[in-house]
């Protein structure tokens, strides 16, 4: 059974960092592209960034120099390091599994994890 577990989440000041962490389970986490998702509250989820397989990251116009995606083979966890953070960043955060990213469908997705940025 594939399980993918976040944390991290957390208030924060505008300006201010997270990191969030997702570890996966179940799995064979090396050959799995991993995602961050996120869903603020009225508005459908969003993706904020993927790491493929070999590591290649791509960013969401709302992340590019603000956050940075990377994984840990060896701990199974992806991580998502969030700085400069804005009220508008305020979402839940949920990790994802792809089979490949081509089908834009995750197979798999974790609880999710309350990220609020106050002003």
């Known amino acids: 059974q594939v399980q993918l577990v976040e944390s991290g989440g957390g208030l924060v000041q505008a300006g201010g960092s997270l990191r969030l962490s997702c570890v996966i389970s179940?799995?064979?986490?090396?050959?799995?592209?991993m995602a961050w998702h996120r869903q603020a509250p009225g508005k459908q989820r969003e993706l904020v960034a993927t790491?493929?397989?070999?590591?290649?990251?791509n960013y969401a116009d709302s992340a590019k120099g603000r956050f940075t995606i990377r994984r840990d083979n060896a701990k199974n966890t992806v991580y998502l390091q969030m700085n400069n953070l804005k009220p508008e960043d305020t979402a839940v955060y949920y990790c994802?599994?792809?089979?490949?990213?081509?089908?834009?469908?995750?197979?798999?997705w974790g609880q999710g994890t309350q990220v609020t940025v106050s002003s």
């Open positions: 179940g799995t064979i986490f090396s050959i799995i592209p």
């Open positions: 994802a599994a792809y089979a490949t990213f081509s089908t834009g469908r995750p197979l798999y």
């Open positions: 790491i493929s397989r070999d590591s290649t990251t």
